[in-house]
């Protein structure tokens, strides 16, 4: 896992690239963590255009840091997930957190409407 980090007195960025899982989570938790304690940003955007993979560490990932950032008064923004990332994200219940940035949120109702679809043809044939 690549990381490269932005910090402005605004908003903390974040780029990922390459596989974010439980061996990469965990340095990349301590990098992060004290990027926001050294910051007084009220943003942190994980951007996630460059991951290649993510398993339930870096679901970890985004819950740890939307609880850091809502605890001292800011938010997480996560942007850039690919369609297999999303639906990961989706299905670990990330959709119901108010994180994704506009461009994304296109994507999370389309999801949504098919999960729906799926769930009312398993009643029709029950």
């Known amino acids: 896992m690549v990381i490269r980090m932005d910090v402005s007195p605004q908003v903390i960025t974040v780029w990922l690239s390459g596989?974010?899982?439980?061996?990469?989570?965990?340095s990349l938790r301590e990098q992060v963590d004290a990027a926001i304690e050294r910051s007084v940003a009220k943003v942190l955007r994980l951007d996630f255009s460059g991951v290649t993979f993510m398993d339930s560490s870096?679901?970890?990932l985004i819950m740890g840091r939307y609880r850091l950032m809502t605890a001292r008064g800011g938010r997480l923004l996560?942007?850039?997930?690919?369609?297999?990332?999303?639906?990961?994200m989706k299905l670990a219940g990330?959709?119901?957190l108010p994180v994704w940035e506009r461009a994304q949120q296109t994507a999370t109702p389309t999801v949504r409407k098919t999960a729906y679809r799926r769930k009312q043809k398993r009643e029709v044939t029950k």
Do not use: F, P, Y
Not at 19 to 26: G, I, W
Not at 78 to 88: D, H, I, N, Q
């Open 78 to 88: 996560v942007v850039g997930a690919s369609e297999r990332l999303l639906r990961v």
């Open 58 to 60: 870096g679901i970890g």
């Open 19 to 26: 596989e974010l899982d439980h061996h990469a989570a965990h």
């Open 94 to 96: 990330l959709e119901k």
